[in-house]
């Protein structure tokens, strides 16, 4: 069956420190991968795409690599503030299709 | 910024009652979404709705759910005769185009507690 793992259920670093979330998956084959923040009672808020023909996608302190061979996509925030303390979900999509599988989400707290 | 808005926020009923789940999409958008979310667990696509029609729809989407678009702004959820487990956050989201550029926006949710 499809598994979407995300590497750990809460991750907490030092304010300024990168932080770095795992999103792991099996018997799927996406076409795109899309992070999610979610705050606490809040819907989730769109961060970045990327396709599986795309390595790498940077957006402001945001990074995203994708390997389809590893299966797995990392999520990178550089510079973290405690105002990225939150919920990061992944989420996989297929070509063709508006079903988008979500992993559990890594919390994350970044500490002054 | 255009958002996505749902009414109501929170919803208590009885279990074998009716709800209705309102939202009302980004007004250029033409994909809807509904997902729910488990308290403590992971969101879970229910079904998306194209061009008047449902285009996929999960295997939680049974008989007892039902969407529309009553009008050129609302989207609707309705569950028929509500159980225990649907008690849940209700997102719905929707996106300008679908599948690699998919970026959906999603709503703040109705939370929905079922007794």
């Known amino acids: 069956s499809q598994k979407i793992e995300q590497n750990s259920e809460a991750l907490n670093i030092q304010e300024g420190k990168t932080a770095t979330l795992t999103c792991n998956y099996t018997n799927y084959s996406p076409a795109y991968l899309q992070w999610y923040r979610q705050d606490p009672g809040r819907g989730p808020v769109f961060l970045l795409l990327?396709?599986?023909?795309?390595k790498e996608k940077r957006k402001e302190r945001l990074k995203v690599t994708f390997d389809t061979t590893l299966k797995q996509s990392l999520f990178h925030i550089t510079a973290s503030q405690p105002a990225d303390s939150a919920t990061y979900l992944c989420a996989l999509g297929r070509l063709g299709n508006n079903d988008m599988r979500f992993g559990a989400g890594t919390r994350l707290t970044v500490k002054p | 910024e255009p958002e996505v808005t749902q009414t109501p926020s929170h919803q208590v009923t009885q279990m074998g009652q009716e709800v209705i789940l309102r939202c009302v999409p980004i007004s250029n958008h033409l994909y809807f979404y509904w997902y729910r979310q488990i308290l403590g667990q992971k969101v879970e696509f229910l079904v998306s709705f194209y061009n008047n029609e449902i285009s996929e729809k999960s295997e939680i989407f049974d008989d007892q759910f039902s969407v529309e678009r009553p009008d050129g702004s609302n989207f609707t959820l309705k569950i028929r005769s509500t159980k225990l487990e649907d008690s849940a956050m209700y997102f719905c989201?929707?996106?300008?185009?679908?599948?690699?550029?998919?970026?959906?926006?999603f709503g703040p949710g109705t939370r929905l507690t079922v007794l």
């Open positions: 989201a929707s996106s300008a185009t679908s599948g690699r550029a998919n970026e959906q926006f």
């Open positions: 990327i396709r599986e023909n795309e």
